[in-house]
């Protein structure tokens, strides 16, 4: 049986949620369907002097609660199967921590890890203006995601404001503090994240203090979720990048290991570790696991070695739908995607509503806001989890799917 593709495994978890929910099939159908797909060649003069072209996408999934809101990432492997499989996701997280927003996605086919930072400029600038026929604070707001940073947003920004001629920084979130972005976005993601790994540990009647932690992916997300946890009294005991693992049983410094990456760009070789595999340290006896990285690291071929009791998932899609059965199955208690990373997508929208009144808070007040949100979201899925005996992953998205639906409907058909 050939593999499903990573939309493909997010309609399962549509059609899950929908046997709980029984939408009416136009509803239904909706939502199985994105509903803008944009296609665009992107031109670049790249530094010696030759123009490539690359390929870029922007899928707006759903707008009946709200702009369309998601991140823009750069890598190799971007296609538009997994551009609109993000949108989806994005639209059930937003609408899950009940944000006034829909769904969308974005990103450009290529490697920035062999691109001169001028050569992403230009990328950064091309791409901006051939999708600025659907961008903006009123319709769709782009982020960061993979390989796209504050700089790249600000280059968004720019470009968009160029193209009207006035500055508009409410067109990306994720953006430069000085540009009006917002004080705590940089670590939102993994704030919210460990929020709700704390809020399952009560649940699981589990300590903080000595707390045994993996990490799989050391980039924002990572490493930010990592310290955060350290600082907490967790023991960090593993962390992978995408080159290899370390694992030290008696806890790593984070911060060093983090001086030593950026100095060698990989964790490996960290003097007070051992060097393993990544899927050797998948299998390392572990209190809580967090996947940070790519979309379907845990799979069918790895999810039976892991001995995790908690898992919260810092990427998209993370475990593929074999994965999640197998370790559901096992007792594994799972905080899925929708849930355990909408951090970042929570103080994005405090940085749209900050841009949009020119009035900015203090990061105390960000932070505030954003515990209390995820809070919120984790206990209603808890609830409707023990409630209705099904899994997390389920549960939210029955909650997310289902407060999307209602605003279909209300909204009706046109014409």
Not at 250 to 258: F, M, P, T, W
């Amino acid at each position: 049986m050939p593999e499903k593709s990573v939309f493909e495994e997010v309609l399962l978890n549509l059609e899950k949620a929908n046997r709980h929910l029984k939408l009416p099939p136009a509803i239904y159908e909706r939502l199985r369907t994105p509903r803008r797909s944009l296609i665009v060649s992107v031109p670049v003069q790249m530094d010696d002097g030759n123009v490539s072209f690359f390929t870029g996408y922007r899928v707006q999934y759903d707008f009946a609660r709200g702009p369309a809101k998601g991140g823009v990432r750069y890598h190799p492997k971007v296609n538009l199967d997994e551009i609109t499989a993000l949108a989806s996701l994005m639209t059930w997280k937003c609408a899950l921590v009940d944000l006034p927003f829909g769904g969308a996605k974005g990103g450009v086919t290529c490697d920035p890890t062999i691109m001169s930072r001028e050569e992403i400029k230009r990328l950064t600038r091309r791409y901006t203006y051939e999708i600025a026929i659907l961008i903006g604070p009123e319709s769709d707001i782009p982020a960061p995601d993979v390989y796209t940073d504050e700089q790249v947003m600000a280059w968004m920004m720019d470009t968009y404001s160029m193209i009207k001629g006035y500055s508009v920084p409410g067109v990306v979130t994720g953006k430069p503090v000085c540009l009006g972005g917002s004080l705590g976005r940089g670590k939102a993601t993994s704030s919210g994240l460990v929020t709700t790994i704390l809020e399952s540990l009560k649940h699981l009647n589990m300590a903080v203090k000595g707390l045994t932690v993996t990490v799989l992916g050391f980039g924002k997300v990572g490493y930010n979720a990592a310290k955060i946890l350290e600082d907490a009294g967790a023991k960090v005991i593993g962390i992978a990048d995408s080159k290899g693992a370390i694992y030290n049983p008696q806890g790593l410094n984070i911060e060093a290991v983090a001086r030593h990456k950026h100095g060698s760009d990989t964790v490996q070789g960290f003097k007070d570790a051992e060097d393993l595999t990544i899927e050797e340290l998948i299998s390392i006896e572990t209190d809580v696991l967090i996947p940070a990285a790519l979309e379907g690291q845990i799979n069918s071929s790895n999810a039976g070695s892991i001995k995790a009791k908690l898992i919260a998932e810092g990427a998209n899609s993370p475990l593929t739908p074999e994965a999640d059965e197998l370790l559901h199955s096992n007792g594994v208690f799972i905080v899925p995607d929708i849930l355990a990373n909408a951090g970042g997508v929570v103080v994005s929208y405090f940085e749209w509503v900050q841009d949009l009144q020119r009035f900015f808070w203090d990061e105390a007040e960000v932070t505030s806001r954003l515990t209390t949100i995820m809070k919120k979201a984790f206990k209603e899925v808890l609830a409707l989890s023990t409630g209705k005996k099904i899994d997390m992953r389920t549960a939210a998205m029955v909650l997310g799917v289902k407060r999307v639906a209602e605003a279909v409907e209300i909204r009706g058909l046109y014409p």
